[in-house]
């Protein structure tokens, strides 16, 4: 039996036992901390050091041991790493408040992750992104403020200013590893009485997941790998793109069982990012069908951020084009779902991964189809949550036909077909373990492309497993 054959069946069986828990969707408000929301208390507040006594503090410690397990000839890694914050939101007055958080992480044991593997030559991948992909020799010395912003709440409207958390489709925290994605600018929310909402936001910060420091939007880009040009020359945009950073807006519709989404991101001087989304529910007597589609639309603006096609982040006649769809049934303890996502032949679709994960219904922890065109994904989830106990357990498994990885006009890194499985527990304390919570990942991903004898194109990416163990403690 291939190892195909044996997932497949680990899937069927899995079914009726066990159920998926995810990331958090991108649908959801942010929740790093624990959710406090001071009420407006004018009348008690005297001077300024009442602000703060009647505002509420939010604590974060968090422990986090990934092990990656490559082919025997090529390097494995671990590494266990700790850390905490603290997060103080003020008391609110006459609707205005404001947060403050910052936090620190330590590597306590496991690979230098400085070290490149010796038969390929290639960099850590995962692990480093626990602590910080700008220097993987820091162990210590990674401490970072996160939030600093002024706030104004009434009504249905929420205007922030400053260094704040976000979650949409294009700029969201990311998946997992120890600390978010951070962005700093404007972001206004708008919520009606009856079924409308909308957002917009003013972007020009970044702090990405896995880094300790702030930069400006134009200089994110390229803080992470930046794989090849369209032409297969190495690409070296960071810290030369222009750009005055990102206006971004939403406008959402929900009624009945029917919710539309309309999403632009447009980042001056490289591209504007269209997302249309459209979701439907349907009850029936056994629970709920389901059911979306999504169409995402790129096109170059101004030079590409340099008029230099090496320093480029996109070439400046690009565009993208991708489309996605599914459908489901789910109860009060069960999801299953299945997902499609065509990339076209058009271009790559691009996002810098310092911003956030891939928006597709068929993503799932631990890889992206970001940076690649002529994409098909297929993907089977199963989610499940006990009635009565607080733990949820999950399967997943997706086919991703990719194009050859030497294609570098529509494969950005080098990334072969592949297949993929991860399973997930998680696992919430009650009692006197209260404010606990325990996370399992385990992946598996298998190569399906031709690599060209080359193992630079296998190391991090296919044939390879990885664990996870993750604890948190929130108050």
Not at 3 to 18: K, M, P
Not at 96 to 113: H, M, P, R, V
């Amino acid at each position: 039996m291939n190892q195909f054959s044996i997932w497949l069946s680990v899937l069927l069986l899995g079914l009726s036992s066990i159920a998926f828990a995810q990331h958090q969707e991108l649908s959801e408000q942010p929740a790093i901390w624990e959710k406090k929301s001071p009420t407006d208390s004018a009348a008690s507040i005297r001077n300024l050091a009442d602000l703060f006594r009647q505002g509420t503090i939010s604590g974060h410690f968090r422990s986090f041991v990934m092990r990656t397990n490559n082919e025997q000839t090529l390097r494995d890694y671990q590494t266990w790493a700790v850390g905490g914050g603290i997060k103080l939101q003020t008391a609110s007055l006459h609707g205005f408040q404001a947060g403050i958080s910052g936090f620190f992480i330590y590597n306590l044991t496991g690979s230098d992750l400085s070290l490149p593997d010796p038969t390929t030559q290639q960099s850590n991948r995962y692990e480093v992104g626990l602590y910080d992909v700008a220097n993987p020799s820091n162990r210590t010395d990674l401490d970072r403020l996160e939030e600093l912003y002024l706030r104004y709440q009434r009504k249905g409207l929420t205007l922030t200013l400053g260094k704040q958390l976000l979650n949409t489709p294009f700029i969201n925290l990311q998946d997992g590893r120890m600390r978010p994605t951070e962005m700093e600018g404007f972001w206004g929310e708008w919520k009606s009485k009856s079924n409308w909402q909308a957002r917009i936001g003013f972007l020009y910060g970044a702090s990405p997941r896995g880094t300790v420091r702030w930069y400006s939007i134009q200089n994110s880009i390229g803080v992470y790998s930046m794989g090849l040009t369209e032409s297969g020359l190495k690409a070296d945009y960071a810290g030369q793109i222009q750009s005055r950073g990102i206006l971004l807006n939403n406008l959402q519709y929900q009624h009945a069982n029917w919710k539309v989404e309309f999403w632009n991101q447009y980042t001056d001087n490289l591209f504007n990012s269209l997302l249309l989304q459209v979701e439907r529910e349907k009850k029936i007597r056994v629970g709920t069908l389901f059911a979306g589609a999504q169409w995402i639309r790129q096109d170059a603006t101004g030079t590409g951020g340099q008029s230099d096609p090496i320093k480029q982040y996109v070439t400046p006649n690009w565009s993208s084009q991708a489309f996605g769809f599914r459908s489901g049934w789910k109860n009060q303890h069960w999801e299953t779902s299945l997902n499609y996502t065509r990339i076209t032949k058009k271009g790559r679709y691009l996002m810098p991964r310092e911003w956030g994960r891939d928006p597709f219904f068929t993503f799932l922890a631990r890889e992206r189809n970001e940076g690649l065109g002529d994409v098909h994904a297929l993907v089977m989830k199963a989610q499940y949550r006990a009635k009565k106990q607080p733990y949820q357990v999950g399967i997943a498994l997706g086919q991703y036909q990719l194009p050859d990885v030497l294609n570098h006009r529509l494969n950005k890194y080098g990334m072969p077909s592949y297949r993929q499985l991860n399973v997930d527990l998680r696992y919430r304390f009650k009692g006197t373990w209260k404010g606990l919570d325990m996370q399992l990942l385990y992946l598996y991903k298998q190569g399906q492309g031709d690599t060209h004898g080359s193992q630079r194109y296998v190391i991090n990416k296919v044939n390879m497993s990885q664990w996870n163990w993750v604890l948190n403690f929130q108050f």
